[in-house]
């Protein structure tokens, strides 16, 4: 009788759950997001920003300060707390997906525009600033944003594993 009882108690899911099929690939993105800002950020010559800081005018410092967090935020600590998230099966996971998904695009779009405002004398124009690899990173994460934000939204395996 009380396996009766138990079970009418927990509601029927139907179809996937679990992290596993499409969901994998969302999963793998996160992933390497943090291992590819960390490679970028070695790449980015901060010693060099650090040593000429007092040649910097308020506006720029500002700017580099601002994009360092951002960066940090969007590439690190984001994707590890989706990660935390996720694996607990947090009911949170969804929707800051969604969120960070959506920002992205949106910080890689501003960022490099900022960059050629704050500094007009590396950044000349706006195609010096948009450079082949900020569009290749732009037109990959809007790609994302348009494959899983839907999918986020709509996927029965996410609705049935994200439920704690």
């Given amino acids: 009788m ?4 138990q079970s009418s108690a927990l509601p029927a899911r139907e179809g ?8 994998v690939l ?17 790449d980015t010559d901060y010693v060099g920003i650090l040593q000429n800081w007092h040649a910097l005018s ?7 300060v601002a994009e360092l967090v951002a960066s940090g935020i969007l590439n690190l600590t984001a994707p590890a707390l989706l990660l935390l998230f996720m694996f607990r099966r947090s009911e949170m996971f969804p929707g800051w997906y ?22 007009p004398d590396t950044f000349p124009t ?30 029965a395996r996410v609705a049935n594993t994200f439920v704690n």
């Fill in 26 to 42: 969302p999963m793998l993105g996160l992933m390497l997001t943090p291992i590819v800002g960390l490679i970028l950020l070695y």
């Fill in 58 to 64: 308020a506006s720029q410092i500002v700017l580099v």
């Fill in 126 to 155: 706006l195609a010096d600033a948009y450079d082949k690899d900020t569009v290749r990173s732009i037109s990959r994460t809007i790609w994302g944003a348009i494959i899983w934000i839907p999918y986020m939204m709509r996927s």
């Fill in 2 to 5: 009380a396996e009766t009882q």
């Fill in 98 to 119: 969604i969120i960070w998904a959506a920002v992205t695009p949106v910080y890689l779009l501003l960022d490099p525009w900022a960059a050629h405002l704050t500094f």
């Fill in 16 to 23: 996937p759950e679990g992290i596993g099929g499409w969901l």
